[in-house]
Structures are given as C-alpha cells and as structure tokens.
C-alpha cells in the first residue's frame, strides 16, 4: 500500500486508475479502469452509466474502494454525490481535463457522482 502523499504523486502523472470494489450481490472484487479528477483533498470519479453503473451501485453497498496506479494501491472510502449541482461540477471537470467531445462520446448518464477524500499530504493537480 502507497502513502497518502506518494499515491498522489503518482496520480499527478496518469488519466486513469484502476477501481476495485466489492460486489453487491456476489461479494467478489471487481477492477477496471476509471477516469478522475483531483481538485485539492478530494478525488472526484464520474460513472460513464451514471446511477445505472455497476461500481456505482455496488459502492452504494460497500462504499470501501481500493485505488491502483502502477502497482501502488490506495484504500479509501467513497461517497455518492447526488445532488445535481454537485453532480454537474463534476461534469465540467472532467470536461476541463478529457475535453467535452470525450465525455460527451464516454459518459451516456450523468446524473450522479463519486468523491473520494484523500488521505492528508501535498495536494495533486490535474495532469
């Protein structure tokens, strides 16, 4: 397992992680790879299916998510954000970071989000 402030020095450097979360009805561990934005302590993920994804729904059981980049893991807890102004911030960070044709073509639901708090150390920005 990565430090708080080592696992944010890799983020700095990659679009994407890979997000293991338990399964709601199976209880087996599923991983794939996620986009995110860092803004400050908080690391924000955005479901391409909105509320009809998988991961998502899962974590609104088993909100305890592991964080991978390049070997190094991170456990953290998520947070379902609902509410939509929330919910469009979101949107327009990852629009900032992958550009609005990308999450236009990706992202077929955007009525919910994911916060992450990460652990203390030296803030992140965005690659």
């Known amino acids: 397992m990565a430090s708080g402030e ?4 890799l983020l700095q450097e990659r679009v994407e992680l890979h ?4 399964g709601r009805r199976s209880g087996q561990e599923h991983s794939r790879p996620v986009w995110f934005v860092v ?3 908080s690391l924000h ?19 305890d998510v592991t ?3 390049d070997g190094e893991s991170l456990q953290v807890r998520a947070r379902p954000v609902i509410q939509p102004a929330l919910v469009a ?3 327009e960070r990852f629009r900032a970071r992958y550009g609005a044709n990308q999450v236009a073509r990706y992202y077929t639901k955007l009525d919910v989000a994911v916060e992450i708090e990460l652990p203390p ?5 965005p690659a």
Do not use: K, M, Q
């Open 6 to 9: 080592a696992f944010r020095r």
């Open 19 to 22: 997000l293991t979360d338990c």
């Open 39 to 41: 803004e400050g302590n």
């Open 45 to 63: 993920l955005l479901p391409v299916g909105g509320s009809d994804t998988n991961w998502y729904r899962n974590i609104l059981v088993h909100p």
């Open 67 to 69: 964080l991978t980049v």
């Open 89 to 91: 911030a979101t949107v």
């Open 121 to 125: 150390g030296s803030h992140t920005t």
